[in-house]
């Protein structure tokens, strides 16, 4: 199954439980909240105590991408936030193996994501333990940048790694996506797609996430 994670992002910051709603209603899989600390990348956004707050404005999962130097430093407080799924950078700072297990002792999903610059094979130790990998398709930091399409070949070589090994895991791409690229980015193997700009900045949320999952499930990896 395609699903759509809505980056709150793009979203009016200052009535953000309205707007999970609304995506909630548009059909929204999961909700992909980016945290940002000003040092892991050059940008600040929120933390585990507006995470806790706004879990009550819906039921969707939380997909929390954690753009920040310390990912283990923090897990408890996201999970005790509520997080469904933690992302977390092969580039941070802590201990990887150390921290996904982290993430999975408190019932949490783990997944790891890498920036344009990095090998998607930095991953791939790691892999049997994620629920989900996401590809950056943007270098992290800031929305409304436009998709590396140059990023697709670590989406194939993810969704081949994925099928030998018989694996459950997502491939969620994360940057720029709208219309356009999500064909491209279903075609190459991802079946999550994250969406800021394109999702909320369209009148009708509803056929927007609708028609994103159409294109998806019509392009669903034609060229893995
Ligand atoms: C970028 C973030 C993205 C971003 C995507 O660092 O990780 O989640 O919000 O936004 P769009 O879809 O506008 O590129
Ligand atoms: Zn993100």
Not at 82 to 98: K, L, Q, R, Y
Request: charged share 25%.
């Amino acid at each position: 199954m395609m699903k759509i994670s809505p980056s709150i992002l793009s979203c009016d910051y200052g009535k953000i439980a309205e707007e999970l709603k609304d995506m909630e209603l548009a059909g929204a899989d999961y909700m992909h909240i980016d945290v940002m600390d000003g040092h892991f990348v050059p940008n600040l956004t929120l933390g585990a105590p507006v995470i806790k707050c706004i879990r009550k404005a819906t039921d969707v999962p939380f997909d929390v991408h954690l753009m920040i130097s310390d990912p283990l430093k923090y897990i408890d407080d996201f999970c005790d936030a509520g997080a469904d799924i933690i992302t977390f950078h092969t580039e941070c700072d802590s201990p990887i193996g150390e921290t996904i297990d982290k993430i999975l002792s408190r019932g949490v999903k783990a997944s790891l994501t890498v920036k344009p610059k990095t090998p998607v094979e930095d991953i791939f130790p790691y892999l049997d333990k994620l629920s989900m990998v996401l590809i950056m398709t943007v270098e992290p930091g800031f929305g409304g940048q436009s998709f590396m399409e140059d990023m697709m070949a670590k989406v194939s070589a993810l969704r081949n790694e994925i099928n030998a090994r018989g694996l459950d895991c997502e491939i969620e791409v994360d940057g720029g996506i709208n219309e356009k690229t999500i064909a491209i980015a279903s075609a190459a193997g991802a079946d999550v797609f994250v969406s800021g700009n394109a999702l909320f900045s369209s009148a009708d949320r509803k056929a927007a996430v609708e028609k994103f999952k159409a294109i998806a499930e019509e392009n669903f990896c034609k060229n893995c």
